[in-house]
């Protein structure tokens, strides 16, 4: 008699992982947190070192992940919406100038003048408003020469304000302080104006808005009264499923239990503004400010918490309801990356975010069958030292979360950078669902241990 046994899902993920990645995290002193959920199984795999080579990483370590925070900004709204409080298609200004006003004393059109009032709820949400960015080199300066300074809503609008009275109005797909003659999109474009889906762009300050404008319309008499998490996930059992989920509003990471080392990178391969009197290197953002944008970027979380949230968002849709969801996947114009299309807060991708070059880690769309399963809907999260990838994949019927301690392109061993890395998670996962794509992928080598 002869017994068949079939390896666990989980175990033979872990196992492959393991094997294909374990001696890069360890090499580079880096941790790798890679998550799956789907109905039957939920688990995370965890590589190398969170801090630099010393303390093995864990899976209920949490990782600030920047724009992650988006969709629970996206969702929190859209719940006001699915109670009536809200419509999409209401006008933003109206909704936030009160609250505004009153703690800021500024209104909306002070800030970017009478075509504000064009701007809809779905605008913000749909990242189609046309308004100006913040400069986030100005702020990744601040960050890491005033690393205790924790950037509020309030601080990145006195910026824009700035801005705009020096005359320069017209930033979208651009940085500030630029001249006008440098804008990316015309004058006409950037101020907004109907219709504002000719004015697509990847642009933050949408969702500090819709921050503010559901501190308005529920009653709080300041942004840190605002608990994100419990806006997204209502109140009763289901905020306890995510316990690795932390929203930062004042203090270092250092403050935060659980919250790991994370490292930025000046010098070459990149340049950035902020490095002028640092040697090249890694450089521990610890001990510095975990704001990153409220809520736009302050969110702090596990990768299974990750997973989970898109599992629970899109995959069973249990955070809103299916009407609702619905309209969050009405992907417009290409604004993240110049081609993914976005959605209410989140965005659809085609490539897995295995991007880059042959020589950096690829993926052959071409291949026999590939094209299905280089899509998913989430979203990316990145923060000053940190990477990571979530959502769902519809075809697979998993949602999942990739995450790293450190700045893209910045690996010192081995000659690769983050596309490397995903096209190697992706290549393990499809090989262990033996899905026989392998021959899609053309993934850096390096050795193993």
Not at 59 to 83: C, F, M
Not at 245 to 253: A, Q
Not at 386 to 407: A, D, E
Request: net charge negative; hydrophobic share 35%.
């Amino acid at each position: 008699t002869t017994t068949t046994t079939t390896t666990p899902f989980h175990t033979a993920c872990a196992a492959a992982l393991q094997a294909d990645l374990g001696h890069f995290a360890q090499a580079n002193a880096m941790g790798i947190w890679i998550a799956i959920v789907n109905e039957t199984e939920r688990f995370s795999v965890s590589l190398g070192t969170s801090d630099g080579g010393k303390t093995a990483v864990t899976a209920s370590d949490i990782l600030p992940v920047g724009s992650y925070a988006k969709p629970w900004t996206a969702v929190a709204v859209l719940r006001l919406v699915e109670t009536g409080v809200i419509a999409l298609e209401d006008r933003a200004e109206p909704l936030i100038d009160p609250f505004l006003l009153r703690t800021n004393g500024t209104t909306l059109r002070e800030l970017y003048g009478p075509n504000i009032q064009h701007v809809t709820v779905h605008d913000l949400l749909h990242m189609t408003s046309g308004l100006d960015r913040y400069s986030d080199d100005w702020v990744h300066d601040y960050t890491l020469n005033d690393p205790h300074w924790d950037i509020g809503p309030l601080d990145y609008l006195a910026l824009l304000k700035l801005n705009n009275e020096t005359k320069v109005s017209c930033m979208c797909g651009g940085h500030l302080p630029t001249p006008p003659e440098k804008c990316v999109q015309s004058p006409e474009c950037c101020s907004p104006s109907s219709p504002q889906s000719h004015c697509p762009d990847y642009n933050s300050i949408n969702f500090l808005l819709l921050g503010l404008l559901y501190a308005g319309q529920t009653g709080a008499s300041d942004w840190e009264e605002v608990d994100l998490k419990r806006a997204a996930l209502g109140t009763g059992a289901r905020v306890g499923e995510y316990t690795d989920t932390e929203f930062y509003i004042h203090g270092e990471c250092s403050k935060y239990p659980r919250t790991v080392h994370y490292y930025d990178w000046c010098g070459p391969p990149r340049s950035q503004s902020g490095c002028d009197n640092r040697p090249n290197g890694p450089v521990d953002m610890f001990n510095t400010s975990c704001m990153n944008g409220w809520a736009f970027g302050n969110i702090g979380t596990s990768a299974l918490n990750a997973a989970s949230f898109f599992h629970d968002l899109l995959g069973r849709r249990t955070l809103l309801n299916a009407t609702t969801v619905a309209a969050m996947r009405q992907f417009g114009p290409g604004v993240v990356m110049a081609s993914d299309p976005y959605g209410l807060g989140i965005w659809k991708t085609d490539q897995l975010s295995i991007d880059g070059s042959a020589a950096e880690g690829s993926v052959n769309t071409s291949f026999p069958g590939i094209t299905d399963y280089l899509v998913y809907e989430g979203h990316a999260g990145d923060d000053y030292g940190t990477i990571s990838r979530q959502g769902w994949h519809s075809k697979l019927n998993l949602s999942f979360s990739i995450m790293v301690n450190r700045q893209f392109g910045t690996y010192p061993k081995f000659g690769t950078n983050t596309h490397g890395l995903y096209c190697h998670v992706w290549r393990v996962l499809f090989n262990v669902m033996h899905l026989e794509l392998d021959g899609a992928f053309s993934c850096p080598e390096w050795p193993r241990a």
